[in-house]
């Protein structure tokens, strides 16, 4: 079977966790956090990272950080992986769900601006699937209508947007380093800031509300939402290789267009002053329908091809249920994820086209 995603553990990783284990500091104190804040800060090109249990959370406190909650209002994209959506409603405010464009898949700023009322707050852009979304114009609106903004680069590390990277174009950027993400920790997240009283905010937050210069002296109800050690060990040892899964991620898709573009099979957006990474390969194709899709999914399966569908749209689960985006509906139902991880061989990637072509045109 050729999975669709998998980490890459290499010697490197296996040492820095050995290392991290055997010293005893396996919990959340420990010289491999700090190191892995200030690397993945300056990867980033911002001041601060504050590493956190998940990219869930991190999205969470975030919200709490901007002191965001009950009775307000936070757009977020209607294409994007479900956490977007509840960490908004765990910090007891309303997603308020806006449609994507068919440029880059990300929010698109005409339907953003539509949505915005006196309680909005706040807005999450999520660079799908690695495409930067459109801060400039997002930026505007917030600027226009005093609204915060925190990016969500859970699949986007490293990527590009008119020079800058991602991660330092809000209030506040979270990431996830789960194991199908760019890097992973096992299960981790961060805060990117260039903000001093965001970070320390977040830094309070996470460790339940400790004063910092008084130990057990709590003065706020808040969260064990750190990262441990041996998560950060392997996250520094990750971030030292993200340079070289980055040029393999490209190679991957460059790969794949040039088996499939030809075939009328669109592939992962590039918009021009942006440089996209490609965390995960998308196939989108005309004149199929979800089902269609989903046969095709399954029968890829069976010839030992493992492949996933686009996100459903957020309008379309159960808890929150509304019209959903025609765009968002549109691409959901007609993408699928390709096997993209470092070192897939250029044979396997052969095999895949060349099966997913004869499946598509049955
Ligand atoms: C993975 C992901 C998250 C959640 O990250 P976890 O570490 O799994 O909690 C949030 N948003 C997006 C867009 C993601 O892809």
């Given amino acids: 079977m050729i999975p669709v995603s998998k980490p890459t ?12 284990v055997s010293s005893g500091w396996v919990s ?5 956090i700090e190191s892995f804040e200030r690397e993945f800060a300056d990867f980033c090109g911002v001041r601060h990272c504050v590493a956190l ?3 869930t959370v991190a999205i969470h406190l975030a919200l709490k950080v901007l002191n ?5 209002e936070v757009i977020v994209p209607d294409l994007t992986f479900v956490a977007t959506a509840n ?3 765990l910090a007891e405010a309303t997603p308020v769900i806006a449609d994507v464009r068919f440029s880059d898949w990300c929010l698109d700023p005409m339907s953003v601006e539509r949505l915005i009322t006196p309680r909005t707050r706040a807005i999450i852009p999520v660079h799908l699937y690695g495409h930067p979304a459109a801060m400039e114009e997002l930026r505007a609106l917030a600027q226009k209508h005093k609204l915060k903004i925190i990016e969500d680069a859970a699949e986007a590390h490293g990527a590009n947007y008119r020079g800058h990277k991602v991660g330092g174009l809000g209030d506040c ?18 805060i990117t800031t260039d903000s001093d009283e965001v970070a320390e905010r977040a830094r309070f937050l996470r460790d339940h509300g400790m004063s910092k210069d008084r130990r057990y002296w709590h003065t706020e109800v808040a969260y064990n939402y750190r990262m441990t050690n041996l998560q950060a060990a392997l996250g520094v040892a990750q971030l030292g290789q993200l340079g070289s899964f980055m040029a393999e991620r490209d190679r991957i898709l460059e790969s794949y267009r040039y088996h499939l573009a030809k075939h009328g099979v669109t592939l992962n ?10 965390w995960i390969t998308c196939a989108l194709f005309d004149d199929v329908s979800r089902e269609e899709r989903d046969a095709v999914i399954a029968r890829l399966h069976k010839e030992g091809i ?3 569908p686009f996100f459903y749209p957020i309008s379309a689960l159960p808890m929150y249920t509304r019209a959903s985006g025609p765009v968002s509906e549109d691409l959901s139902a007609r993408g699928m994820n390709l096997p993209t991880y470092p070192g897939l061989p250029e044979s396997d990637i052969e095999r895949i086209c060349q099966t997913l072509l004869r499946l598509i045109r049955k």
């Fill in 9 to 20: 553990i290499t010697s490197v990783d296996i040492q820095h966790v050995t290392d991290a």
């Fill in 28 to 32: 959340s104190q420990g010289p491999y």
């Fill in 53 to 55: 249990a998940n990219g």
């Fill in 68 to 72: 965001i909650g009950r009775g307000d």
């Fill in 87 to 89: 960490a908004v409603v």
């Fill in 173 to 190: 950027a979270t990431f996830s380093f789960y194991g199908n993400k760019i890097i992973t920790t096992g299960e981790g997240g961060a």
């Fill in 269 to 278: 957006p590039h918009l021009a002053d942006t440089r996209p990474v490609n």
């Fill in 306 to 308: 493992d492949t996933r």
